[in-house]
């Protein structure tokens, strides 16, 4: 084993010793030197997922976090230096994390914080706007064809759980009740600059993935009839999700 | 080695005083355009598609000077270099062309994985020609001069042959690196390893020096019971690190100098006294005949 596997392989398992060959100038116990840098990776990686889990951390409180965040970072240590995309899978190991099995939703709310963080640092596009949106839509012959592109921040989330009412919850002071069993689908978007979540119905969240599967639009409002059309292009507009109305060549 | 430079046309950093930017100072930076000589920022933190972060540092960027720091790069690794990670530097260094980029002589990955730290090397033979040849490379396919930063330390190791001031001169004689000097570095490392600091300040290549770093330390104790100091970017600065600062001046003439801090982030005025306080140090060294 190389000095540096050795280094590693010590760093991340306090069950193990500190390798041999380490010195302290002062005759210290090279133990409580090698705790400091044991100490830096395993909080600095703890600090990121707290960081990126805030409603998480609420929920079950930070002790408990900390505790939780540090058994995933011994059994997943990051694979890149872009710590943005360190913990992407937090929100499956939560959901088989034992201790964890009293609070159901925490995965649920995991994911939509997940979903945040990648809608916060996704590409940027220019959205279409409301006026452009309009007038393509209410041309027949144009809109039959048309496909929806969305912006690339937009990501979408179906939930047993009352995720999004969850989330909100915490973002207000004092924590306001909440009531966690309903099920709930969120769409979460950058707007400008600013991440938004917003809840929407399951018909909404399946018209909008068959949209985002590139189901031409005339195609996905007969297969969703039960959808209130104009509230939920209304919103998509409002919230600037709309990047473009691509007219399709039809191919039959 | 010589290199066609790929970096902003005034490749240096102006002798003055400069922040960490923090995504929480955004705002206020762009209000109050403070008088500062440069930012830095963090390299990894900027590595994603879209957002604020890129709207924020390209407004920024427009009005300072700006200094890239990779924090990622594992320079003293065992393995060799993430060319995709090189290729990432390599987009930012193109579209930020910030006048200085620097990282650590240090390793951060080993494998596959990333650690987010950034860890001690033994110092010998072999590592001192893989550090050079890792320097060559980052040099050579980001087309600029890199500045390598002297470590925080706890710990040595007994295969080491060479001591960390002699290391950093031989890659810099080598490679034609720079010298980031972080004066915490220099401080708490030689707190630790029972060194003179201003013996281990001697001994530098300080006439490389492009950029200097000053931050705060953390206190604890080892298995003795003896001061261990931690580099945790958490505290002001302290005193003995501005008394090393002026030594180093005196030596160095002004140069471009970060006020670092990552932790226990402060409201942006306290930044920028202490930036202040740098300035009147560089100022004075400059006086100097």
């Not at chain 2, 393995?79 to 995709?84: A, E, I, K, Q, R």
């Not at chain 2, 003995?240 to 402060?266: C, F, M, S």
Request: aromatic share 8%; with cysteine; charged share 20%.
């Amino acid at each position: 084993m190389s000095r540096q596997s050795e280094f590693a392989a010590a760093l991340l398992d306090p069950r193990q010793a500190c390798p041999p060959g380490l010195i302290s100038a002062n005759g210290a116990d090279s133990e409580s030197r090698f705790a400091v840098y044991r100490n830096n990776v395993l909080s600095s990686l703890i600090n990121a997922l707290a960081d990126n889990y805030p409603v998480v951390t609420q929920l079950v409180g930070e002790e408990f976090f900390r505790g939780m965040a540090g058994v995933y970072v011994q059994s997943a240590a990051p694979r890149s230096p872009i710590m943005s995309d360190y913990g992407a899978d937090f929100s499956g190991f939560i959901e088989r994390f034992e201790p964890a099995a009293g609070v159901p939703y925490l995965a649920d709310v995991a994911r939509l914080e997940r979903l945040q963080i990648e809608a916060g640092h996704a590409a940027d596009a220019q959205p279409m706007s409301a006026e452009r949106v309009v007038e393509l839509l209410s041309c027949p012959t144009l809109a039959a064809h048309l496909k929806i592109a969305f912006h690339p921040s937009l990501r979408l989330l179906k939930s047993p759980f009352a995720v999004v009412t969850i989330w909100a919850a915490h973002q207000q002071k004092p924590l306001v009740a909440f009531e966690p069993r309903a099920a709930q689908n969120a769409l979460v978007l950058r707007n400008g600059l600013d991440v938004e979540v917003l809840a929407i119905s399951h018909g909404a969240h399946a018209f909008i993935t068959s949209l985002q599967q590139g189901l031409p639009l005339t195609a996905a409002i007969e297969r969703y009839t039960d959808l209130d059309l104009e509230h939920l292009l209304g919103r998509l507009i409002r919230h600037q999700a709309i990047t473009g109305l691509l007219s399709e060549q039809v191919t039959q | 080695m010589s290199t066609a430079l790929f970096l902003a046309t005034d490749t240096r950093l102006p002798p003055r005083a400069g922040l960490g930017l923090k995504a929480e100072h955004f705002h206020e930076v762009l209000q109050t355009q403070p008088d500062l000589g440069f930012f830095e920022v963090h390299a990894e933190n900027y590595m994603v598609a879209g957002g604020p972060f890129h709207h924020y540092l390209g407004r920024i960027r427009e009005q300072y000077p700006l200094s890239l720091h990779g924090v990622g790069l594992s320079i003293g690794g065992e393995g060799p270099l993430d060319v995709t990670h090189l290729r990432r530097l390599a987009t930012l260094i193109e579209r930020y062309q910030p006048q200085s980029f620097s990282e650590h002589l240090a390793w951060s990955s080993h494998g596959p994985v990333f650690l987010n730290d950034l860890l001690p090397l033994a110092y010998d033979q072999a590592s001192l020609d893989r550090v050079c040849e890792h320097v060559d490379q980052v040099q050579s396919s980001l087309k600029c001069r890199l500045l390598l930063e002297n470590p925080a330390t706890y710990l040595t190791f007994e295969e080491s042959t060479l001591d960390e001031p002699h290391f950093i001169g031989e890659v810099i004689r080598r490679t034609g690196c720079g010298l980031l000097l972080d004066v915490n570095n220099v401080y708490v490392s030689c707190i630790n390893h029972s060194r003179d600091p201003q013996v281990y300040l001697d001994a530098l290549p300080l006439q490389a020096t492009g950029e200097i770093h000053l931050a705060g330390f953390a206190e604890d104790a080892d298995s003795l019971g003896e001061r261990l100091l931690i580099d945790d970017h958490g505290a002001p600065i302290a005193n003995e690190v501005w008394q090393l600062y002026r030594k180093a001046l005196a030596r160095t003439g002004p140069v471009a100098t970060l006020i670092e801090r990552d932790n226990h982030v402060p409201a942006f005025e306290v930044l920028l006294a202490e930036a202040r306080q740098a300035e009147r140090l560089l100022s004075a060294a400059g006086a100097r005949p």
